[in-house]
T-cell receptor
Framework: EPEVTQTPSHQVTQMGQEVILRCVPISNHLYFYWYRQILGQKVEFLVSFYNNEISEKSEIFDDQFSVERPDGSNFTLKIRSTKLEDSAMYFC????????????FGPGTRLLVL | QKEVEQDPGPLSVPEGAIVSLNCTYSNSAFQYFMWYRQYSRKGPELLMYTYSSGNKEDGRFTAQVDKSSKYISLFIRDSQPSDSATYLCAMSGQAGTALIFGKGTTLSVSS
């Protein structure tokens, strides 16, 4: 069964450094998302991406964050100048087409900012 | 008022019990309703998807949506120890838009 994959599974970084989280969505999916989950808290929406542009973003997704689809398979989240409070699980998700709201999630990247 | 509310539990039941999990929401624009299962430190796994009101059944799982009461439920019949996980409700107003999640209910099924 097709699945969303994410790399790395764990990332430890120093405060102020830049990190890039990578995702390979399900191959025929057209909508891509990033969510995060701080330990013990709700899963929170960050951004959605369709047709090579951001279609929606939350208040969390400020200038520190950016997304990119550098080729036909990868979808990345870049976090610049990381802060301690960026420590969380980051989940990538994808969905097939508009009109079918079934988002499939990857296993996540656990980011720890020291 | 929080958009999506879900009792975090924990909920402990014996094997074979019927489990009822619930969420309430405040935004009447929500039309798409999902239940995800999340094992510890893993990604959410889609269990059930319902559009608008009504019931949907898949094996031991039944999802119900009551838009008039802004209330959704997930029932698990003949619960198994492998059902032990955190169950997240999620919803959105339009396809392709942000999912709004509840905090999740932690379920433990003992054998």
């Amino acid at each position: 069964e097709p699945e969303v994959t994410q790399t790395p599974s764990h990332q430890v970084t120093q405060m102020g450094q830049e990190v890039i989280l990578r995702c390979v969505p399900i191959s025929n999916h057209l909508y891509f998302y990033w969510y995060r989950q701080i330990l013990g808290q709700k899963v929170e929406f960050l951004v959605s991406f369709y047709n090579n542009e951001i279609s929606e973003k939350s208040e969390i997704f400020d200038d520190q964050f950016s997304v990119e689809r550098p080729d036909g398979s990868n979808f990345t989240l870049k976090i610049r100048s990381t802060k301690l409070e960026d420590s969380a699980m980051y989940f990538c998700a994808s969905s097939e087409t508009s009109g079918r709201e079934t988002q499939y999630f990857g296993p996540g990247t656990r980011l720890l900012v020291l | 008022q929080k958009e999506v509310e879900q009792d975090p539990g924990p909920l402990s039941v014996p094997e074979g019990a019927i489990v009822s999990l619930n969420c309430t929401y405040s935004n009447s624009a929500f039309q798409y309703f999902m239940w995800y299962r999340q094992y510890s430190r893993k990604g959410p796994e889609l269990l059930m998807y319902t559009y608008s009101s009504g019931n949907k059944e898949d094996g031991r799982f039944t999802a119900q949506v009551d838009k008039s009461s802004k209330y959704i439920s997930l029932f698990i019949r003949d619960s198994q120890p492998s059902d032990s996980a955190t169950y997240l409700c999620a919803m959105s107003g339009q396809a392709g838009t942000a999912l709004i999640f509840g905090k999740g209910t932690t379920l433990s099924v003992s054998s």
